[in-house]
Antibody, heavy 121, light 108 residues
Framework: EVQLVQSGAEVKKPGESLKISCKGS????????IGWVRQMPGKGLEWMGIIYPGDSDTRYSPSFQGQVTISADKSISTAYLQWSSLKASDTAMYYCARHVGTDYAGGFDYWGQGTLVTVSS | SYVLTQPPSVSVAPGKTARITCGGNNIGSKSVHWYQQKPGQAPVLVIYYDSDRPSGIPERFSGSNSGNTATLTISRVEAGDEADYYCQVWDSSSDLYVFGTGTKVTVL
């Protein structure tokens, strides 16, 4: 069974750093892109970026380029999303999702349960 | 950047048909995927590559895509279909994944 299990909720202060994780199981982790999606409170889905764990090829949405870093450790089938200096506006639910299909045009077939990040002083 | 526009809300009576549109410039030339998101839950893929259904998704869910509009159709709507629905494409010109604005489906 394919599963993406994300790390637990975080409460941080502005300016702090954070790294959240997404562990894949039940499939070849290195053979599928993993995307990250933000959902701010009461809002829609926003694509942040995507990584191919096989070679760590990474793409970012211009809206998030320079604001976050996406990485992966294929030895433990885990993808990461990190911030070096959080802002209150980073408060949101963050989802990882497995990209399906043999080309870039595919969708996201399996999703993690989400990690709620709250940034407040 | 590429924009996908969805109606904010659609209301439908049980047993009837709901149609959710996703508008984008020449969207018919792209592959469209649809997600269902219930309150407090992660999104679920319900249609991929315009009209394919993942295993476990009822046949009541179908999709089409042509011209400037893609459509998700839910036939014989049930109370459990009440959720937010998002369309999504990959824009090859910018190499970006784009989600639609989302549609809240209410079952009357």
């Amino acid at each position: 069974e394919v599963q993406l299990v994300q790390s637990g909720a975080e409460v941080k202060k502005p300016g702090e750093s954070l790294k959240i994780s997404c562990k894949g199981s039940g499939y070849s982790f290195t053979s599928y892109w993993i995307g990250w999606v933000r959902q701010m409170p009461g809002k829609g889905l926003e694509w942040m970026g995507i990584i191919y764990p096989g070679d760590s090829d990474t793409r970012y949405s211009p809206s998030f380029q320079g604001q976050v870093t996406i990485s992966a450790d294929k030895s433990i089938s885990t993808a990461y999303l990190q911030w070096s200096s959080l802002k209150a506006s980073d408060t949101a639910m963050y989802y990882c999702a497995r990209h399906v299909g043999t080309d870039y045009a595919g969708g996201f077939d399996y999703w993690g349960q989400g990690t709620l990040v709250t940034v407040s002083s | 950047s590429y924009v996908l526009t969805q109606p904010p809300s659609v209301s439908v009576a049980p047993g009837k048909t709901a149609r959710i549109t996703c508008g984008g410039n020449n969207i018919g030339s792209k592959s469209v995927h649809w997600y269902q998101q219930k309150p407090g839950q992660a999104p679920v893929l319900v249609i991929y590559y315009d009209s394919d259904r993942p295993s476990g998704i009822p046949e009541r869910f179908s999709g089409s895509n042509s011209g400037n509009t893609a459509t998700l159709t839910i036939s014989r709507v049930e109370a459990g279909d009440e959720a937010d629905y998002y369309c999504q494409v990959w824009d090859s010109s910018s190499d970006l994944y784009v989600f639609g604005t989302g549609t809240k489906v209410t079952v009357l």
